[in-house]
């Protein structure tokens, strides 16, 4: 059974570089036909996709962060990452990897981590 877990910094000072690191177990993010998501909760507001990684290694980027987001991967380590640059608060919340077959979805039908809380402050 397949497995992922968050791990990374609990706190940001605003202006710095987020990276998060997910770790997978239990399944190869290579597997055909699967794509490896990142998405965020900000406290009081919804689900919200930042972006995702496919089984070949291409990426998708919500336009809502284009400009600040990379996500890459290590397959030999099985693990793949985020980075946001220029943080501010408003990129506080839970911050979420996942597995699924769409490339674009915050449903909870796919495989999630438990998520890790960010903070942005000084």
């Known amino acids: 059974q397949v497995q992922l877990v968050e791990s990374g910094p609990g706190l940001v000072s605003p202006s710095q570089t987020l990276s998060l690191t997910c770790t997978v177990s239990?399944?190869?993010?290579?597997?055909?036909?699967?794509?490896w998501i990142w998405v965020r909760q900000p406290p009081g507001k919804g689900l919200e996709w930042m972006g995702a990684?496919?089984?070949?290694?291409?990426?998708y980027y919500n336009p809502s962060v284009k400009s600040r987001i990379f996500i890459s991967r290590d397959t030999s380590k099985n693990q793949f990452t985020l980075e946001l640059t220029a943080v501010t608060p408003e990129d506080t919340g839970v911050y979420y990897c996942?597995?699924?077959?769409?490339?674009?979805?915050?449903?909870?039908?796919?495989?999630w981590g438990p998520g890790i809380q960010v903070t942005v402050s000084q």
């Open positions: 239990g399944g190869s993010i290579t597997d055909d036909n699967y794509n």
């Open positions: 990684i496919t089984y070949s290694g291409n990426t």
């Open positions: 996942l597995r699924d077959r769409l490339i674009v979805t915050t449903q909870r039908s796919g495989t």
